[in-house]
């Protein structure tokens, strides 16, 4: 499809384990973000790619979260040693450039369940 | 630093009626605004945004928006919502970092 994909599209896990959400985005978008949706909070963002640049991690909540982009394309999220205040829906967007107020776009996002 | 805020959490209107969904910001430098709506089970789609110029922003599905720097505001509007427009709205903005800030969003809620 032409929008930004997200798999899987729900994952319940346990307390405790580790988990990998995968974003696909767009085409020849050089941009990816990575967001957090959840009651609490609202949308968070989380981490930003651009090109081959070293990532924006400032809006990571803590060490037990790290992404990975490979070959300027796939992302990978991963929650280590998850915890029931992860429980959340978990957004990717990519967008053609960064900055300059370029319009980002969402996926349909991973809702998160941690039991 | 930067915060968006949107006050009306929820905002129930009847079907025809105009609506504004008020957003504020605050932020030292430039900023680019957005509006995205999200519908029931879906994604973030893009309403409109204001990067520069006139200050009055048309987007889909008949909505508009106003930036007005003095009062640092985007508030959002429609003349006329139809049932379809049913879904949570969110202000974000863009400044200096590439990421978008976003507000708590608002529920929008169509009456037949």
């Known amino acids: 499809g032409a929008g930004v994909s997200q798999s899987p599209s729900n994952k319940v896990t346990e307390k405790g384990k580790d988990v990998e959400l995968r974003c696909d985005p767009i085409s020849g978008h050089t941009a990816l973000y990575w967001y957090r949706q959840s009651l609490g909070q609202g949308l968070e963002f989380l981490i930003y790619f651009q090109g081959n640049s070293a990532p924006d991690k400032s809006g990571l909540p803590s060490d037990r979260f790290s992404a990975e982009r490979t070959g300027g394309s796939v992302s990978t999220l991963t929650i280590q040693r998850t915890q029931q205040e992860d429980s959340a829906v978990y957004l990717c967007?990519?967008?053609?450039?960064?900055?300059?107020?370029?319009?980002?776009?969402f996926g349909p996002g991973t809702r998160l369940t941690v039991l | 630093a930067q915060s968006v805020t949107q006050l009306d959490s929820q905002v129930p209107v009847f079907e025809e009626a105009p609506v504004e969904l008020r957003c504020n910001y605050s932020?030292?430098?430039?900023?680019?605004l957005f509006w995205y709506v999200q519908y029931p089970n879906q994604g973030l789609q893009l309403l409109l945004k204001y990067l520069s110029g006139s200050t009055l922003v048309k987007g889909i599905n008949g909505f508009e928006a106003e930036f007005n720097k003095s009062q640092t505001s985007f508030h959002l509007r429609k003349p006329s919502v139809h049932i379809s427009d049913t879904a949570e709205y969110f202000c974000?903005?863009?400044?200096?970092?590439?990421?978008?800030?976003f507000g708590t969003g608002t529920r929008l809620t169509v009456i037949p």
């Open positions: 967007a990519s967008s053609l450039e960064s900055g300059r107020g370029s319009t980002q776009y």
């Open positions: 932020s030292s430098v430039s900023v680019y």
């Open positions: 974000a903005v863009m400044a200096g970092a590439n990421n978008l800030f």
